[in-house]
């Protein structure tokens, strides 16, 4: 990859061409949530195949999507679909459209994903509200960055998951009556599932939720001065759990199953932070 100032400035440039609001709140769907993108209103859709420099997700469930719009007068931007390590993407390029949304200007970024439950007290369909991730993918976004005088090499990741952001996540789901768990989000590279014996142990180091995804995205995002918000959809109890066969189609039928909840939460966050400065 280019110098990714000159990178940057080209994905921008283009962008730019169609839209040049500054959206405020950015939005990474996850396996099956890329529904929520057809709640805003005044739709600007930009197929990421078109953003220079843009990668292109090959999982089902993911639309390749970049959408601009409003909820409750709040400019959004909304990534349909993700990359994963595990697609042979690199870091850089997982985490490259993140630093896009942060030149378009966004100030808080929200991943969500579709996860599997470690903890054994949860259910499937349940949503969780990350408060802290175990990062097990063997690397980092972070690795082989030398521009600081862009960016700092060395960042803290003690409150990743933006406090504050937690709090106005809880406060929606209140008043929506949406039931919210929260917990500690594990990121392996897959694409396979995880063994039995892999769950007992990510169990034995704190996790509640395992999925491939999102570590990357909030590793960057906190690099880049963002403030994060992280939402699992527990698609599935984790291997051994159940005693059965794991699949990604009970993934995406599950995703389905939660849309409304999904949806409800997520309209109402945005509109709580509508009310703030942000």
Same mark, same amino acid.
Request: net charge positive; proline share 5%; charged share 25%.
């Given at each position: ?6 990178? $940057?400035?080209?994905?921008?440039? =283009? ?14 769907? !996850? ?11 005044? *739709?600007?859709? #930009?197929? =990421?195949?078109? +953003? ?6 090959? @999982? ?6 970049? @959408?601009?719009?409003? +909820? ?12 994963? =390590? ?6 850089? /390029?997982?985490?490259? *459209? ?10 808080? %970024? ?38 600081? /005088? %862009?960016?700092?090499?060395? +960042? ?28 500690? =989000?594990?990121?392996?590279? &897959? ?7 892999? #769950? ?5 180091? !704190?996790?509640?939720? @395992? ?34 066969? %794991? /699949? ?19 309209? &109402?966050? $945005? ?8």
């Amino acid at each position: 990859m280019e110098n990714i100032t000159k990178t $940057l400035k080209k994905s921008m440039k =283009y962008i730019r061409r169609y839209y040049s609001s500054t959206p405020k709140v950015g939005l990474i769907l !996850g396996s099956g949530l890329g529904v929520m993108a057809d709640s805003l209103q005044n *739709p600007l859709s #930009i197929p =990421y195949s078109r +953003i220079p420099f843009f990668p292109v997700s090959t @999982v089902k469930g993911h639309s390749n999507t970049l @959408v601009f719009g409003e +909820i409750h007068n709040l400019k959004v931007v909304v990534m349909k679909g993700r990359f994963h =390590y595990y697609e042979e993407y690199p870091m850089e /390029d997982i985490t490259y *459209p993140v630093r896009v949304l942060k030149e378009l200007g966004i100030k808080v %970024l929200v991943v969500t994903n579709a996860g599997g439950s470690v903890n054994p007290r949860f259910r499937t369909g349940d949503l969780m509200v990350l408060t802290d991730h175990i990062n097990l993918m063997g690397d980092n976004p972070l690795r082989g960055w030398s521009r600081e /005088d %862009l960016y700092p090499r060395f +960042i803290d990741m003690t409150f990743g998951y933006n406090p504050e952001m937690i709090q106005v996540l809880k406060k929606a789901a209140l008043k929506n009556k949406v039931p919210l768990r929260q917990g500690v =989000y594990a990121a392996m590279t &897959g694409p396979s599932y995880e063994t039995p014996a892999e #769950i007992r142990m990510l169990d034995s180091i !704190g996790a509640d939720a @395992v999925g491939m995804s999102t570590v990357p995205e909030v590793i960057v995002a906190n690099q880049l001065g963002l403030r994060v918000a992280g939402i699992s959809l527990l698609t599935n109890m984790a291997a051994g759990i159940l005693k059965k066969k %794991l /699949d990604h189609k009970e993934v995406l039928e599950t995703s389905e199953k939660a849309r409304s909840k999904f949806i409800k939460l997520i309209k &109402g966050f $945005l509109l709580e932070l509508s009310k703030m400065e942000i």
